[in-house]
């Protein structure tokens, strides 16, 4: 597996001196998902748990829908992704080559092999996410889960306590300052499964890629909370799973609120302290 961190030598400037020292950043590297072979999608990702990955990529958009959809993720050895000397691993591959930065995904007979059209490629990067699909409907994507009928509630006082739950377990934000966070609660506030990213599109779909694994989607009674902003995509990626409420610490995009109003998802936004906004179905969150 690869790395998750790397130290790096800086020149640390004050307005008193100027010191070099090293630093530990944050590790980002390409990941290819091949399905049944053929290439999806490259995603800039940090290593670390990329099964995960790969499959709540293809659960948020639209190929799989449940675990037994998947009969296999493997690493691809000796794909060709060659690594710079400097960022091999130590003992280095024995065919210089980093085998863990290809995944192929074997689908089950009875399910559709995805669209590999190249006008719809997928693309994602540690910034924006998926980009180059063809059109608007191509994003907007229907799910079997719908989170409209959850008839889960959580109280402010639980909501307000989980940015603090998720900062304390985000182990390598804390040793690098650059990793987005995912988590997801039980409604009475339990950590179920925690993941860092460079992308926090990555981050989430670690998250709902480990409730694929474990048979728990669709993921009902439960809270997803990330770190940044809560965007389209990421609100996407909670109504695909059947997440009934999504919390940012940072602001919605105005689609990411309409998106949450057509679908019956919770959407709260400036998650911080013991204040909050509530954007859209506010019948889930009670005092």
Same mark, same amino acid.
């Given at each position: 597996?690869? @790395?998750?961190?790397?130290?790096?030598?800086?020149?640390?400037?004050?307005?008193? /001196?100027?010191?070099?020292?090293?630093?530990?950043?944050?590790?980002?590297?390409?990941?290819?998902?091949?399905?049944?072979?053929?290439?999806?999608?490259?995603?800039?990702?940090?290593?670390?748990?990329?099964?995960?990955?790969?499959?709540?990529?293809?659960?948020?958009?639209? *190929?799989?829908? +449940?675990?037994?959809?998947?009969?296999?993720?493997?690493?691809?050895?000796?794909?060709?992704?060659?690594?710079?000397?400097?960022? @091999?691993?130590?003992?280095?591959?024995?065919?210089?080559?980093?085998?863990?930065?290809?995944?192929?995904?074997?689908?089950?007979?009875?399910?559709?092999?995805? /669209?590999?059209?190249?006008?719809?490629?997928?693309?994602?990067?540690?910034?924006?996410?998926?980009?180059?699909?063809?059109?608007?409907?191509?994003? +907007?994507?229907?799910?079997?889960?719908?989170?409209?009928? /959850?008839?889960?509630?959580?109280?402010?006082?639980?909501?307000?306590? !989980?940015?603090?739950? !998720?900062?304390?377990?985000?182990?390598?934000?804390?040793?690098?300052?650059?990793?987005?966070?995912?988590?997801?609660?039980?409604?009475?506030?339990?950590?179920?499964?925690?993941?860092?990213?460079?992308? +926090?599109?990555?981050?989430?779909?670690?998250?709902?890629?480990?409730?694929?694994?474990?048979?728990?989607?669709?993921?009902?009674?439960?809270?997803? !909370?990330?770190?940044?902003?809560?965007?389209?995509?990421?609100?996407?990626?909670?109504?695909?799973?059947?997440?009934?409420?999504?919390?940012?610490?940072?602001?919605?995009?105005?689609?990411?609120?309409?998106?949450?109003?057509?679908?019956?998802?919770? !959407? *709260?936004?400036?998650?911080?302290?013991?204040?909050?906004?509530?954007?859209?179905?506010?019948? +889930?969150?009670?005092?």
């Amino acid at each position: 597996m690869g @790395r998750v961190t790397a130290r790096r030598r800086v020149r640390h400037v004050t307005a008193q /001196d100027a010191v070099a020292r090293p630093e530990t950043l944050v590790v980002e590297e390409p990941l290819e998902i091949r399905v049944n072979g053929v290439p999806l999608t490259v995603t800039m990702r940090t290593p670390g748990s990329d099964v995960e990955l790969a499959q709540g990529f293809l659960l948020t958009e639209g *190929v799989v829908t +449940r675990r037994e959809d998947i009969l296999s993720v493997r690493y691809c050895r000796g794909a060709p992704v060659p690594i710079p000397e400097s960022l @091999r691993s130590s003992p280095p591959e024995e065919d210089g080559l980093n085998s863990y930065n290809v995944l192929d995904v074997t689908l089950a007979p009875d399910v559709p092999a995805p /669209d590999v059209d190249p006008t719809r490629n997928f693309y994602t990067t540690s910034s924006c996410g998926v980009c180059g699909k063809a059109s608007l409907e191509a994003v +907007r994507l229907i799910s079997k889960h719908g989170p409209g009928d /959850d008839p889960s509630t959580v109280r402010t006082a639980t909501l307000s306590a !989980l940015p603090g739950k !998720l900062r304390q377990a985000q182990k390598v934000f804390a040793a690098t300052g650059g990793l987005h966070g995912a988590a997801l609660f039980a409604t009475d506030g339990t950590p179920l499964v925690v993941r860092e990213d460079i992308g +926090r599109h990555n981050a989430v779909d670690k998250v709902i890629g480990w409730a694929l694994e474990q048979r728990r989607v669709p993921l009902s009674g439960t809270v997803l !909370l990330v770190s940044g902003r809560a965007s389209f995509e990421l609100t996407q990626k909670a109504v695909m799973a059947g997440i009934p409420m999504l919390a940012a610490v940072s602001a919605p995009s105005s689609l990411a609120v309409d998106l949450a109003s057509q679908s019956g998802l919770t !959407l *709260v936004a400036f998650l911080r302290g013991d204040s909050m906004n509530v954007y859209t179905r506010p019948d +889930r969150v009670t005092n």
